[in-house]
C-alpha cells in the first residue's frame, strides 16, 4: 500500500533549520518539503512564505516543524495546530509550562499530532546509557554544561533577556539528557544563579537536585573559553558511566569511548511521522520543569554586566 | 458495615493547625486524631512527637496532614510515604514542581493516597461560580489579590527568601481558584515582579495570562494596608461575576452578593477520607506551574529595601 507523504511546513529559516532539520527532511521520504516560513530565509526551489498565516493558506500542509527562536514558538504552533495541522517542536517548546499545556488542550480538540522534541536525547550515547543504567544503582551524578556564550551565541541579547532561560538555553539539553537516562524523577532541591547586573536571565547557575536516594549536582557556565564542556557522570554500585560531547560520545566503566553517527534529527522527524500517523501527542515537560523549579527557589546573585 | 476510623497524625501545630484543620477533624467521624509532630505545639490529649519519624515509630498510623511551613513539607511527605502513610498536604505541596512529582511517584510506588490540596477551591462562592461560568463565553478576566504582609506574615522573613514565593504565597491561592472556574487552560504570556533590595521572592507582581481567547490579568500587592482586596471579576457574554473575600462571596451579574458557610477544611478532609478508601492520588499542579512559568519569565524590578 502506497502511503501519500506529509506535505510539511518548515518554519524559521535560520542555522538550526539549515545544518540540521533540512538534511533530515530530505532523508526521510515521509516527508515532502511543501514550503517554509520565515522573515528572512529561503529555501531553493521550495515556495517561501512571511508566517504561518500566509503559508497555511496559500499551500496545502499537513504538518509544520517550528524551529523560530523560542520566543514566538507558542503563537506559532497555536496557530497551526488552529489550522488543523500536525505540529513539531524544537527544544524548548515555548516559554512556559501553562503555554505547552494549552497547546497540549488545543492539539487534542483539532485531533492534531503534537511533539515537542528535545534533539539531545538522541545523541548515540543516550539510549546506551540509559539502557545500561536501567539495572544499576544510581549513586551520584554530575553534570557540567559549560560553554562560551560569545561563541555559540553572539549577540543573541535575548537569551539573557526575560524568557530567554540564559544558560540554560544550552542547559536545559542537560536536563533532558538526564531526565531520559535515569530511572527515577530528578527533583530540584536548591540552585544558586548568577545573573549579570541588568540582565533578567543567569550566566551560571549551580543546581542541586536528588533523583530517588542519589544526589544530582549540576553546574552550568556560560562563561567558559578554551575547551567547551557537556558531559554528564553517574556514579553506580558497577562503576561511573560517562557522556561526554554532549551525550555523543559514551563510556562505560573499564571500557574505551564508544560513538556513532549522529542520527538526532533523523530520529526525531522518523518519531513525527510515526505520530502523524496516529495523531498522537508526545509531550514531556519534565526538563522544562526542572528549570521553572530553579528560578522558582533559586538565589540570585548579582555580578558584573556582560556584553557581547 | 462499620468502618475503622482513619487513624490520623497532623504534622505541624501552628495557627492553621489549631485554626482549621483541628475543627475539621473534630467534625468528621471518619477520622480520630491519634498523635501529633510539631517542634513546638501540642493538643490536650493527643499523644504529641518531634517530627514524623518519632510519631510513626511510636504509634500505629494510617495517615498523616501536614501543615508545617512549605519548606520542610516535602521531606516530610516523603519520611511519611516511605512509612506506608497515606498523606495530605496543605498548599503549597512543596517549593518546586518536581518535588512533588516525586512524591507523586513514591505514593504510587507505596500505594497509599496522596492528596495536593488547596482550601481556597472550597470557598463558598467557588464551586456555584466553577458552574455558572461552564456555559459562557469568557471574555476577559481581571485578579486582584491585594493584602498587608505585616498584618498576615509578620516577622516571616523567610516568604521572602529563596522559595518562599513572596507575594504568591497568597496569590497562589487566587490561582487555584482561577483555573478552578475557568473551563480552559489559563497559560502565562509575561509578568513582571518587584524584589525589594537583598531578597529573592516579589512583594508585588503583575501577571498577564491568556485562558482561550480570554485576557486575564493579575495584580498581586503585599504593600496593601487599610481594606484587604481577595477578588477575581470575570467578564462574559452574559455580564460579569465577582468572586470576593477570597472566594467565599459570590455576585452574579444583576443579583445580589451571596456566601454560605465556610466549609473550606471539611470538604478537604472529606475528600481525603474518599481518597484514602481508594488509595488514589489527587494532584493538581497547575496553580504551583503558574507560579514557577511567572518566575521563569518575569522582568524582575529591583525596589527599595522592606523590614517587617
Chains 1, 2 share one sequence.
Not at 504552533?77 to 488543523?84: D, K, N, S, T, V
Not at 501527542?281 to 555580578?303: E, G
Request: overall charge negative; proline content about 6%; charged content about 25%.
Amino acid at each position: 500500500m502506497d502511503v501519500e507523504p506529509i506535505k510539511l511546513g518548515l518554519v524559521g529559516i535560520g542555522k538550526i533549520a539549515r545544518d540540521q532539520h533540512l538534511p533530515a527532511i530530505a532523508g526521510n521520504d515521509r516527508f515532502v518539503l511543501a514550503a517554509t516560513a520565515s522573515r528572512q530565509g529561503r529555501v531553493d526551489g521550495v515556495p517561501g512564505y512571511y508566517d504561518i498565516a500566509e503559508m497555511a493558506s496559500a499551500c496545502p500542509l499537513d504538518a509544520v516543524s517550528i524551529c523560530t527562536p523560542p520566543d514566538g514558538r507558542y503563537q506559532q504552533a497555536l496557530a497551526a495546530i488552529e489550522a488543523g495541522l500536525h505540529v513539531m517542536l524544537e527544544k524548548p517548546p515555548a516559554t512556559t509550562l501553562s503555554q505547552v499545556e494549552a497547546l497540549v488542550e488545543a492539539a487534542r480538540a483539532a485531533d492534531v499530532a503534537l511533539f515537542t522534541t528535545w534533539h539531545s536525547r538522541e545523541a548515540a550515547g543516550v539510549g546506551p546509557a540509559r539502557a545500561w543504567l536501567a539495572d544499576k544503582r544510581i549513586e551520584a551524578v554530575r553534570i557540567d554544561w559549560k560553554e562560551d556564550i560569545r561563541r555559540w551565541h553572539p549577540g543573541q541579547e535575548w537569551i539573557l533577556g526575560p524568557g530567554g532561560f540564559g544558560v540554560f538555553d544550552p542547559g536545559i539539553n542537560a536536563l533532558s539528557i538526564t531526565t531520559s537516562i535515569l530511572p527515577n524523577e530528578l527533583c530540584v532541591e536548591s540552585a544558586t544563579m548568577d545573573v549579570p547586573a541588568g540582565r533578567a536571565s543567569p550566566i551560571a547557575a549551580s543546581v542541586q537536585m536528588r533523583s530517588a536516594g542519589a544526589d544530582v549536582r549540576a553546574e552550568f557556565d556560560f562563561l567558559q573559553t578554551g575547551p567547551q564542556t557537556w558531559s554528564i557522570e553517574v556514579d553506580t554500585d558497577h562503576g561511573t558511566l560517562r557522556l561526554t560531547e554532549g551525550g555523543s560520545v559514551i563510556q562505560r566503566p573499564g571500557e574505551k569511548e564508544q560513538t556513532d553517527l549522529d542520527l538526532e534529527y533523523a530520529r526525531l522527524y522518523e518519531r513525527f511521522a510515526h505520530l502523524v500517523a496516529e495523531r498522537a501527542i508526545d509531550v514531556d515537560l519534565r526538563p522544562l520543569r526542572l528549570v521553572a523549579d530553579t528560578f522558582l527557589i533559586a538565589d540570585r546573585r548579582s555580578v558584573s554586566e556582560f556584553l557581547f
